[in-house]
C-alpha cells in the first residue's frame, strides 16, 4: 500500500447502510469570542461561551473524531485566532492526520497570525471579504477592509493557500468585479453565497437581501466573468452544496439517503462540544439536542440519533420538492434548505428569498 494511503479502522457489526459511516467534514466552532460586531453575525459573536472546552477537552475531542475516521477538520467561529491556544489546536489537528481548514475574518492587527497560518501549512484558510471597502465595512465595521486585505496579501506572500467567502447582500451584489480582481490576486478559490438572516442579521432580509431574480443575475455574470479569470476557481448559487451532497446517483449505486450536505456529509460541534446537524441550527432553536462529545462520540451520534433521523427526513423531502421543481431543474433557483425553513416554520413573518416559495408558507409545512 502506498505510504500516502491512510488505512481506516471501522465498526461493522451496527453499521447501517443508507448513510455513510461517519460524516467527511466537521465544522468546530472552537469559541463565539470574535474581534469583530458583525451586521450579519448568525450567531451573535463577540464573547466566549461561559462553557467552551478548554484545550484538553477539543485535544480529546479531535482524538476521538479521528478514531471514527472524520476525515477534514474545518476550524470555526467567533473567529478562532481569539482563542489564545488555536495555533495549538490547529497544530495538533494537522498532526493527527486531518486535512485542516479555517474560516478567519483576517481583521486582526496581530501581524504573527499570519506567519503563524503559514507555519501550519494547512490545507486551506478562508477569509471574508464581503465588497468593496464600503460594503465590506458596512457589515464588519470601520477600519476591517484594509486589514483584511493587509493580511491577506501578507498570508499569500508567506505562501498560505487561501479561500474568500463572500456574503451577497443587496450592496455587494454590485461588487462581483471588484471582489475577483482582489481574489485573482491572492487566492485559488472564492465561494459567494448569500446570507441567512439569523442572529444579529435577524429580519435584515427586508432591507439587505436579494431577490431570486437578483441572485440569478448575478450568478449569470459570474459565469461570464469566469472566462477572464481561468485561474480561480469560483463557486456560486450554492454550488458547493450541491456537489457536496449526497445525490440520488449515489442512491442507485449505493443505496444510500439522499441528502444535503448537513447530517449527509458534514456535521459540526459548537464550542461548548455540542453537536449539531448545520452551522446555523443552534442558533435558530434549542430544541435540536443531538449530544455532547464529552459524554457521546459521534459515530453514535451520526448512527443512531432519532432527532438527527428527523432533520434527515426533513431535509431528503425538501430536495426532493426542489427536484420537482421547474424553476430548480432549470438553475433558476438555488434550491432551499432544512436550515432556512425551519426559521421560515418558527418565524413565519421571515421571508426565504433564495427559493421562488420564499413569500409562502415554511416548505417543511407544504412537504
Same mark, same amino acid.
Not at 60 to 81: C, M, Q, S, W, Y
Not at 246 to 263: A, D, I, R, T
Given at each position: ?16 447502510? +443508507? ?42 475531542? #479531535?482524538? +476521538? ?6 476525515? +477534514? ?22 498532526? #493527527? ?64 493557500? &487561501? ?37 444579529r442579521g435577524f429580519h435584515a432580509e427586508n ?7 437578483? %441572485? ?14 481561468? %485561474? ?35 456535521f459540526n460541534i459548537i464550542s461548548n462540544g ?15 439536542? #443531538? ?50 425553513? &425551519?426559521?421560515?416554520? &418558527? ?5 426565504n428569498p433564495t427559493c421562488i416559495f420564499g ?9
Open positions: 500500500m502506498s505510504k500516502d494511503v491512510e488505512k481506516l479502522k471501522a465498526k461493522t457489526d451496527t453499521l447501517r447502510k +443508507d448513510v455513510i459511516y461517519s460524516p467527511i467534514r466537521v465544522y468546530f466552532e472552537i469559541t463565539l469570542a470574535c474581534n469583530l460586531r458583525c451586521r450579519y453575525c448568525y450567531n451573535n459573536s463577540g464573547a466566549p461561551r461561559l462553557d467552551e472546552l478548554n484545550t484538553k477537552e477539543i485535544f480529546d475531542a #479531535l482524538t +476521538d473524531l479521528k478514531k471514527h475516521n472524520v476525515i +477534514d477538520i474545518r476550524f470555526t467561529g467567533g473567529e478562532p485566532t481569539c482563542r489564545k491556544d488555536w495555533f495549538e489546536i490547529m497544530s495538533y489537528a494537522k498532526d #493527527l492526520g486531518f486535512a485542516v481548514s479555517c474560516n478567519t475574518n483576517a481583521a486582526y492587527t496581530d501581524k504573527s497570525i499570519p506567519e503563524k497560518f503559514a507555519a501550519l501549512n494547512i490545507e486551506q484558510v478562508t477569509v471574508s471579504l464581503d465588497g468593496g471597502k464600503e460594503n465590506h465595512e458596512r457589515n464588519r465595521g470601520k477600519g476591517t477592509f484594509d486589514r483584511t486585505i493587509n493580511n491577506l496579501k501578507s498570508m499569500h506572500d508567506l505562501g498560505v493557500n &487561501l479561500r474568500i467567502n463572500t456574503l451577497v447582500n443587496k450592496y455587494s451584489i454590485n461588487d462581483i468585479e471588484f471582489i475577483l480582481e482582489i481574489a485573482s490576486k491572492y487566492v485559488k478559490e472564492i465561494n459567494f453565497f448569500t446570507i441567512v438572516f439569523l442572529g432591507s439587505d437581501g436579494v431577490t431570486v431574480s437578483e %441572485h440569478l443575475e448575478m450568478s449569470k455574470k459570474i459565469e461570464k466573468l469566469k472566462t477572464k479569470y481561468p %485561474h480561480l476557481k469560483i463557486l456560486h448559487f450554492a454550488e458547493v452544496s450541491h456537489t457536496t451532497s449526497v445525490g440520488q446517483e449515489c442512491e442507485s449505486k449505493f443505496s444510500l439517503k439522499v441528502g444535503p450536505p448537513s447530517g449527509f456529509t458534514t455540542d453537536y449539531a446537524c448545520g452551522g446555523y441550527s443552534p442558533y435558530i432553536s434549542n430544541n435540536l439536542p #443531538l449530544g455532547n462529545i464529552k459524554k457521546q462520540n459521534i459515530f453514535d451520534v451520526w448512527q443512531n440519533n432519532n432527532k438527527l433521523e428527523e432533520i434527515r427526513l426533513d431535509s431528503q423531502k425538501l430536495i426532493l420538492f426542489c427536484n420537482n421543481c421547474e424553476k430548480f431543474k432549470k438553475r433558476e433557483c438555488q434550491g432551499s434548505k432544512y436550515e432556512t425553513e &425551519l426559521i421560515r416554520l &418558527l418565524n413565519p413573518e421571515v421571508k413569500d409562502g408558507p415554511s416548505l417543511l409545512k407544504i412537504c
